[in-house]
């Protein structure tokens, strides 16, 4: 089966500095994997995806993610915070047979002034 | 091109009543999502259709939850009744296909509230 661990439930970074939101994926099959990211009261939107062809990926709002299959991991990375980063991040595997998205729990990035 | 319509956006009903939700995905896609999105916790898929036929259901609480998507286009989700643990946003998302390249849009959520 597969799966996703998003391994800090809360991040709090300064504003301008750099951003890691940690995910690790468990999957029998080269996976899809993506990051969502959903601000108050509004709708996910599409931060980047990885669907096996260049392992780092680069998404909106300066956000990149790198595939490193030895350790399972799709780290989300920023190199500068700002305010608007603010949300719930998800790290999410598809499903290889039906399609389906399945998510982790969410990470909580908490910018400062 | 226009996203992913949900109605009604917010509602509060009272415990064993029955609630049902819209959703009109993006035009051409074939695929269609319904999401519960319970607070605190990521999204969990409810049901699956690719164009008027059911993919995958496995986690809808068939006693209760129902969807159908008549004509491949709009769809509609009903609890019926509802419980307190229905509690939850209620999200629907679309896409072209079900490939790994095919991206899912969400819509803004219908957020239920059980009392």
């Known amino acids: 089966a597969q799966s996703v661990t998003q391994l800090d439930s809360h991040v709090s970074v300064s504003e301008g500095t750099p951003v890691l939101l940690r995910c690790n994926y468990s999957?029998?099959?080269?996976?899809?994997l993506f990051w969502y990211v959903q601000h108050p009261n509004k709708g996910l939107q599409l931060l980047l995806k990885y669907t096996s062809a260049a392992t780092l990926v680069k998404g909106i709002n300066g956000f990149e993610a790198e595939f490193k299959k030895s350790e399972t991991s799709f780290h989300l990375t920023k190199p500068s915070a700002h305010m608007s980063d603010a949300a719930e991040y998800f790290c999410?595997?598809?499903?290889?047979?039906?399609?389906?998205?399945?998510f982790g729990q969410g990470t909580t990035l908490q910018v400062k002034p | 091109e226009a996203g992913v319509a949900q109605s009604p956006r917010y509602k509060i009903i009272e415990k064993r009543q029955s609630v049902a939700f819209w959703c009109n995905p993006i035009s051409g896609h074939a695929t269609l999502y319904w999401y519960q999105q319970i607070l605190g916790q990521g999204p969990k898929l409810l049901i699956q259709f690719q164009n008027n036929g059911v993919v995958d259901d496995s986690q809808l609480p068939k006693d209760r939850f129902s969807a159908e998507r008549l004509k491949g286009v709009d769809s509609t989700l009903k609890i019926q009744p509802a419980k307190l643990e229905d509690s939850a946003v209620y999200l629907c998302?679309?896409?072209f296909g079900r490939g790994g390249a095919d991206t899912q849009y969400f819509g803004p959520g219908t957020r239920l509230t059980v009392l």
């Open positions: 999410v595997v598809r499903s290889s047979n039906t399609g389906k998205l399945i």
């Open positions: 998302a679309s896409s």
């Open positions: 999957s029998s099959y080269s996976p899809s």
